[in-house]
């Protein structure tokens, strides 16, 4: 088991926690003009990197809050929490945002 710092309640045991996939996929400008194979990428293709990756997660079990977090892919290690969208420019090198 490890740990995960909720930006709202602290540091709880993972369990408390649900994944909620990639963080800050932006919704099409203009999603009536998408053909079915644009959709089908918005909506199922996401990056899968060895290394850091931003995701989404809830509190379920606690305050029911969601918040990003910085999780590398390989050791399982979550680096970062935090709210909102960051500037993308401050991603570390090798960070997939």
């Not at 003009?33 to 990428?41: F, N, R």
């Not at 970062?80 to 960070?95: I, N, R």
Request: glycine share 8%; proline share 7%; with cysteine.
């Amino acid at each position: 088991m490890f740990y995960i710092d909720c930006p709202h309640c602290g540091r709880r045991p993972e369990d408390e926690f649900a994944y909620g996939g990639q963080a800050h996929v932006a919704y099409p400008a203009d999603p009536s003009a998408l053909s079915d194979q644009e959709w089908a990428q918005y909506l199922f293709y996401r990056d899968n990197p060895k290394g850091s990756y931003r995701e989404r997660w809830v509190h379920s079990a606690g305050c029911r809050k969601w918040f990003n977090a910085v999780r590398d892919t390989h050791t399982y290690e979550i680096s970062s929490t935090y709210l909102g969208a960051p500037e993308l420019t401050d991603a570390p090198e090798g960070v997939t945002t």
